[in-house]
């Protein structure tokens, strides 16, 4: 009968199970594998609901714990199986403990079902950290996005393509920037130097004013200059 040998990479060790807004997300380990036994962790990754794999920055130890414990609680069952067959084969079926080891095999099977089934919860704290590394998933792609839809808009690359700035801060209110009315300014008119400033009145034709060289006020009713009926 030929041996079979069968290695390669594969993902171990499904745990830390959160949902976000009823989509389920968790973390598996790349190992390297011979005949499905994880024997090299390489990469951690945190799978997101649409099937997409973040590449974490460190490997995660509670991955690596649950795909070793899977593969032992399989090689458990099926080690002591095989020995409660081959003694149940061999005529040593009036024996007790042949019997026993049976019991233990469907034990061992149960905790091998169970254990591979089972989804072990994140904590609050790697929730938190998973979800951070989401959002700046997210927060980059957002940004990938605007600088191709720019680079489309521009005809050019994306990396000659302007970035967006974003606008400067509101600076406030300042006090020189307030029409405030100088102490005695007359009818509270602003200064010259406010926005506000009302200019003075101009004389486009040059005419010069009244002049009363004797002082003597007008008699009330005297027609103004340049009447013909001076007296």
């Known amino acids: ?3 079979v040998f069968i290695f390669g990479e594969r993902l171990f ?3 830390d199970y959160f949902s976000v807004e009823g989509q389920e997300m968790y973390v598996r380990t790349k190992f390297y594998h011979f005949n499905f036994m994880p024997c090299a962790p390489e990469q951690s990754f945190l799978f997101v609901a649409d099937g997409r794999a973040i590449e974490l920055p460190e490997m995660v130890g509670r991955s690596i714990g649950w795909a070793w414990l899977r593969y032992l609680a399989w090689i458990a069952f099926i080690t002591i199986a095989c020995v409660a067959v081959i003694f149940l084969t061999t005529g040593l079926t009036e024996e007790q403990w042949p019997w026993a080891l049976v019991a233990v095999s469907a ?3 149960g905790l091998a079902i169970f254990v591979t089934v089972y989804k072990p919860k994140a904590s609050e704290e790697s929730k938190q950290q998973y979800l951070n590394m ?7 792609q957002y940004l990938h996005q605007q600088m191709a839809a720019a680079a489309a808009v521009h ?3 994306a990396h000659e393509v302007v970035t967006i700035e974003q606008p400067p801060p509101y600076p406030g209110l300042h006090k020189d920037r307030v029409n405030v009315t100088p102490a005695g300014s007359p009818h509270g008119v602003p200064s010259a130097g406010s926005p506000q400033a009302i200019p003075p009145p101009q ?4 005419i010069p004013p009244p002049q ?3 002082g003597i006020p007008p008699p ?6 340049g009447n013909s009926n001076v007296i």
């Open 220 to 225: 009330y009713g005297t027609p103004t200059t």
């Open 212 to 214: 009363n060289p004797q």
């Open 107 to 109: 034990v061992l099977l």
């Open 155 to 157: 005809a050019g690359p």
């Open 13 to 15: 060790g499904a745990c």
């Open 134 to 140: 989401v959002g700046q998933l997210v927060a980059r």
């Open 203 to 206: 004389n486009p034709h040059n």
């Open 1 to 3: 009968m030929p041996l």
